[in-house]
């Protein structure tokens, strides 16, 4: 990727700092994880708010390349104090709250996930964009086991039309497309974003083409990083942690937020919540921010 021209707008910020700063305020143990650190432009803005507050800090993302930009960032702009414990994790969120048992019950949680992709992602990553060819990789993590070309190229035809389903909620358009795919290969291995794009375009209209294909592109994406069962398992131990929380979750579509729906229905009272939108002067200024939604759970 290019570190040359680094730039990702950090969606709803001055909200989730107001938040961060209103909620911390009487706490002594505060412990932040940054699940989805990115290029770091929110805990950048987060961290010297809770200064003097906050006694441990986990700062993750499972793209080792962001991680590094990052952690290079914040190291040389924020000062985190001599006695704070900062953790740089290239993991994914999931298998760290999995494996996240050293939580004292007294300590305040205050989690930020800014879930999918960073505009710096899909601007030099590798197969995110269907405008730009590149080869169907789509994994943040690069050691990551499947690609989406793998998933392109060998999946059968049942769990395309799988993964399909779950983003254009169309039995019949996802076979369709399964099947369109399932044909194309066979005559010639489907290796890069443009030779998808001529497939799907060999047989649907020019009119959807662009839906059609911002649509695909997605349901690849989050089948590739397991994106759902990621939201599940940070999720899950929200479900049955002790401590007191603020979670702050900002989704950018309908399956994330059906997720998140669910999860605080399951804790009915025991949690209080707020949903955030852009305000319009942000869209403006940030496109991608007009599908965000920021999630404030509390407990
Ligand atoms: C929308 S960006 C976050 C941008 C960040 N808030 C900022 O201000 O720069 C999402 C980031 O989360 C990472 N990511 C996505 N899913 C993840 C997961 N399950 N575990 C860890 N990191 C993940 C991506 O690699 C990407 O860098």
Redesign the pocket.
């Known amino acids: 990727m290019n570190s040359q021209k680094i730039h990702?707008?950090?969606?709803l910020?001055k909200e989730i700092v107001k938040m961060v700063k209103e909620k911390s305020s009487d706490e002594g143990k505060v412990v932040f994880i940054?699940?989805?650190?990115?290029?770091?432009?929110?805990?950048?803005t987060i961290i010297p708010v809770l200064f003097g507050k906050v006694s441990r800090i986990f700062l993750?993302?499972?793209?080792r390349e962001?991680?590094e930009i990052?952690a290079n960032f914040l190291k040389q702009n924020i000062s985190f104090g001599d006695r704070i414990k900062v953790n740089f994790v290239n993991?994914?969120?999931?298998?760290?709250f999995e494996n996240f048992p050293n939580v004292g019950e007294d300590e305040f949680l205050i989690v930020?996930?800014?879930?999918?992709?960073?505009?710096?992602?899909l601007k030099y990553g590798v197969g995110f964009g269907f405008t730009k060819e590149s080869f169907l990789d789509m994994r943040?993590?690069k050691e990551g086991d499947i690609t989406a070309f793998d998933v392109i190229n060998y999946f059968d035809y049942e769990q395309l039309v799988d993964i399909f389903f779950r983003v254009f909620e169309n039995i019949g358009f996802a076979k369709k497309l399964a099947s369109v795919i399932v044909e194309e290969r066979k005559r010639k291995e489907i290796r890069t974003t443009f030779d998808l794009n001529k497939a799907v375009s060999k047989y649907v209209s020019a009119k959807v083409l662009k839906d059609t294909l911002q649509k695909l592109y997605l349901s690849l994406r989050i089948f590739v990083?397991?994106?759902l069962e990621?939201?599940e398992k940070?999720l899950n131990f929200f479900k049955k942690v002790p401590n007191r929380f603020l979670l702050l979750i900002?989704s950018?579509h309908s399956l994330e937020g059906k997720i998140i729906k669910k999860f605080y229905k399951e804790l009915a009272t025991s949690v209080k919540v707020k949903k955030i939108k852009p305000s319009k002067e942000e869209i403006l200024a940030n496109k991608p921010s007009r599908s965000a939604i920021l999630w404030v759970i509390e407990k």
Do not use: M, W
């Open positions: 990702h707008f950090p969606v910020k940054d699940c989805t650190l990115g290029l770091g432009g929110h805990s950048a993750i993302d499972k793209d962001s991680l990052a993991t994914s969120f999931g298998q760290f930020l996930a800014d879930l999918g992709i960073s505009y710096y992602q943040y993590d990083n397991r994106e990621e939201l940070l900002i950018y």
